[in-house]
């Protein structure tokens, strides 16, 4: 059995293959233990999947009835960032380099901003040693590292009451020697050691040591949280199996892999030690399934906007999926390779207020799973999902098909007491269309971040909209962006556990090598040793996985500028490397200079595992009235004035089916709106596409 879980904010969302059939399931998060709602949501799961008569057959036999593949995607990496949550780190450099991690770029994020405050590092000074060595810049050796300096290190680590230690030394990854003989000593000292030339093997070492300085920071926590999912899911499991006559009967395989930020799949054995790669798991998986959806579909130019509880993850997809080096969390660099993806704080749970001038804010600020909205019965301060109740379209039957209950007259106590004493806000309905223009303005703008910002038309593509609240304000977004159609997929609410489920296992290396472009065919033959042995390496670690060589496929990437630049542009390896490089600096920049040098900074290679095909099946077309799936009418308010909206369970509707706003679409996992002037028509992968006229 597979089952993919994407732990959020509000509800962990589950989706899972059952006799061929992907079902969807939606538990509440426990942000206290993310652990505890995936316990949750497995045991129902199993306790309503049928034990095969082949599967009792092994169980009388003491054998291990079945497998279960767990496919994780995960916020506990930045939720640890996010709320300095992780480890006691030490960190171990090259002497006289123990302030790199403080020192940085020297880069404002404010310009003219006096008192901006940057974030305090994750090392403060005193668990910061020097080790003292020392690698030339050609790779050679300055200053040897003797074995008592390794036992100096090691002690001074130890006094310092470290959990966990970073382990980053100059110019480590043209000569890791000296980070090898470390590593050892102080892993044979009980450490749990991240290493940079394993981690990230690339120059810059700002970015460097801050990367593997994340994932010391991290690396308890994320151990922690995949044992206890691996130990709930084979408890799950074998009280699925267990029957009377199989108590001899060996537990339920389990296997648990985990979503990494660029959008592959890696073992939960390779994520406890490296989960820097994990920290945008969960978005990252919506851009993986967005684009999935959007090419069955026919859509190759997507914008994807998932919009959850907490938050709003935007990304570009044009047929391929973007990578980046250069992201931050918190504050804090991260180099390692993510999906190009922009978050802003605006989800169902943002929460409204009046600044001291009297400006509505929205957000970032969430009411999350606990309290959350005033209407799921707990919380106390408006939010939007509170705002879309209001407003007519939510309600009804509640949400999760009917299990979770809204309360109605609660948020608009709670929101009219809200807005008490203030002359400019009428009236509650007035204040409800105030929060979801100001939340609107913000997805707008993160959208425009990832498109006009960078030469992209919005008008050239799909916005494809998912996530619990994302059907909310995809048209109104699309309108305002002139975004000519929007896709809602089939399970919007769980649009990224199902790219997790059906993602592959990925594994990204790279190597710094800083070589001039004399001639395309010179460069090209002295980088191929270069890749030959990081081809070599990924292979090994993709076999392990448990993957033939037919199952694997390998891609090649260089990053590369122009000589005399401090920021580079990845570009694929094959045919002319160089034109392909002049080409997408025109694409980012505006501008280009083929008559000017390039070097090749650093090659990276994608070595990919294939996993097992989910064909999502193409459903005939019928010409059907969509009546028939109309539940009942409800006043809905766009733009400040009320309409009689059709309220239609998604479920209902049929392939070929057509219907006109204004409508309200409600089904398991979201509502999507239909304004007044938009039609959607049903395809036949059962997507809602809309379009305004």
């Given at each position: 059995m597979r089952v993919a879980i994407d732990t959020g904010g509000t509800f962990t969302d589950c989706l899972f293959l059952r006799g061929g059939r992907i079902e969807i399931l939606k538990v509440p998060s426990t942000p206290g233990n993310p652990a505890k709602a995936i316990a949750n949501a497995l045991k129902k799961i199993l306790e309503e999947a049928p034990v095969s008569a082949r599967d009792r057959g092994h169980a009388r036999r003491g054998e291990s009835a079945s497998t279960l593949d767990l496919l994780c995607g995960t916020t506990v990496g930045t939720n640890a960032l996010l709320e300095r949550r992780g480890a006691r780190v030490a960190l171990v450099t090259t002497a006289g380099f123990e302030d790199v991690l403080e020192i940085g770029r020297q880069a404002r994020p404010s310009l003219y901003d006096f008192f901006?405050?940057?974030?305090?590092?994750?090392?403060?000074?005193?668990?910061?040693?020097?080790?003292?060595?020392?690698?030339?810049?050609?790779?050679?050796?300055?200053?040897?590292?003797?074995?008592?300096?390794?036992?100096?290190?090691?002690?001074?680590?130890?006094?310092?009451?470290?959990?966990?230690?970073?382990?980053?030394?100059?110019?480590?990854?043209?000569?890791?020697?000296?980070?090898?003989?470390?590593?050892?000593?102080?892993?044979?000292?009980?450490?749990?050691?991240?290493?940079?030339?394993?981690?990230?093997?690339?120059?810059?070492?700002?970015?460097?040591?801050?990367?593997?300085?994340?994932?010391?920071?991290?690396?308890?926590?994320?151990?922690?949280?995949?044992?206890?999912?691996?130990?709930?899911?084979?408890?799950?499991?074998?009280?699925?199996?267990?029957?009377?006559?199989?108590?001899?009967?060996?537990?339920?395989?389990?296997?648990?892999?985990?979503?990494?930020?660029?959008?592959?799949?890696?073992?939960?054995?390779i994520a406890a030690r490296e989960p820097v790669r994990t920290v945008l798991s969960g978005p990252a998986g919506g851009v993986l399934g967005a684009g999935q959806v959007a090419r069955n579909a026919g859509f190759q130019r997507v914008i994807s906007f998932d919009m959850g509880g907490t938050s709003t993850d935007v990304s570009l997809i044009e047929g391929t999926l973007r990578t980046t080096n250069e992201s931050t969390i918190s504050g804090l660099p991260v180099a390692v390779p993510m999906l190009e993806i922009h978050t802003v704080g605006a989800g169902g749970g943002?929460?409204?207020?009046?600044?001291?001038?009297?400006?509505?804010?929205?957000?970032?600020?969430?009411?999350?799973?606990?309290?959350?909205?005033?209407?799921?019965?707990?919380?106390?301060?408006?939010?939007?999902?509170?705002?879309?109740?209001?407003?007519?379209?939510?309600?009804?039957?509640?949400?999760?098909?009917?299990?979770?209950?809204?309360?109605?007259?609660?948020?608009?106590?709670?929101?009219?007491?809200?807005?008490?004493g203030l002359r400019a806000v009428r009236s509650v309905e007035q204040f409800a269309q105030g929060i979801l223009d100001v939340v609107e303005a913000t997805m707008e703008k993160a959208i425009r971040v990832i498109s006009i910002e960078r030469g992209r038309d919005p008008r050239d593509y799909t916005l494809v909209a998912f996530g619990g609240a994302g059907g909310l304000h995809a048209c109104s977004l699309a309108a305002s962006l002139s975004i000519p159609r929007v896709m809602i997929p089939k399970f919007p609410g769980a649009l990224s556990a199902l790219g997790i489920l059906r993602a592959d296992v990925v594994k990204d290396l790279s190597q710094t090598v800083l070589q001039r472009v004399e001639s395309l065919h010179a460069a090209k033959c002295a980088l191929r040793g270069q890749f030959r042995r990081i081809v070599r390496e990924g292979v090994r670690q993709m076999r392990r996985e448990g993957f033939v060589p037919r199952r694997i496929r390998v891609a090649r990437f260089l990053d590369m500028r122009y000589v005399g630049q401090a920021y580079e542009l990845m570009v694929p390896e094959g045919g002319d490397f160089v034109g392909g490089f002049h080409g997408e600096h025109q694409q980012r920049y505006g501008y280009a200079d083929p008559a000017r040098p390039v070097e090749v900074v650093n090659v990276r290679v994608r070595v990919i595992g294939l996993t097992e095909t989910i064909n999502w099946p193409r459903r005939k077309l019928v010409d059907a009235d969509s009546r028939g799936a109309i539940t009942g009418r409800r006043r809905v308010y766009f733009a400040g004035k009320a309409c009689d909206a059709a309220v239609y369970t998604r479920e209902k509707l049929q392939p070929g089916n057509r219907l006109r706003g204004p409508a309200v679409i409600s089904e398991y996992s979201a509502t999507t709106v239909v304004p007044p002037g938009w039609q959607t028509r049903v395809d036949g992968f059962e997507n809602l596409v809309m379009q305004q006229g």
């Open positions: 901006v405050e940057r974030p305090e590092p994750l090392v403060p000074r005193k668990r910061r040693f020097g080790a003292r060595e020392r690698v030339g810049a050609d790779g050679s050796v300055v200053t040897r590292l003797t074995p008592a300096e390794v036992a100096r290190v090691v002690r001074r680590v130890s006094r310092s009451h470290a959990g966990s230690v970073a382990l980053c030394l100059l110019f480590s990854f043209l000569r890791p020697e000296h980070e090898r003989k470390l590593a050892l000593a102080l892993r044979r000292g009980g450490f749990a050691v991240s290493v940079s030339h394993e981690i990230l093997p690339e120059f810059r070492e700002f970015e460097r040591t801050s990367t593997t300085v994340i994932n010391a920071y991290l690396t308890p926590v994320m151990s922690r949280y995949l044992r206890e999912i691996a130990r709930d899911a084979a408890r799950a499991a074998a009280g699925k199996n267990r029957t009377p006559s199989s108590r001899n009967a060996r537990e339920t395989q389990v296997r648990v892999r985990v979503m990494q930020s660029s959008g592959g799949i890696l073992s939960a054995r943002s929460i409204a207020r009046f600044d001291r001038a009297g400006a509505l804010r929205v957000g970032p600020e969430s009411a999350g799973a606990e309290p959350g909205p005033i209407c799921y019965g707990r919380g106390e301060l408006p939010t939007v999902t509170d705002a879309h109740l209001i407003l007519g379209r939510l309600g009804g039957d509640g949400l999760l098909g009917g299990d979770f209950r809204l309360e109605n007259a609660r948020a608009r106590d709670y929101m009219q007491r809200a807005i008490r």
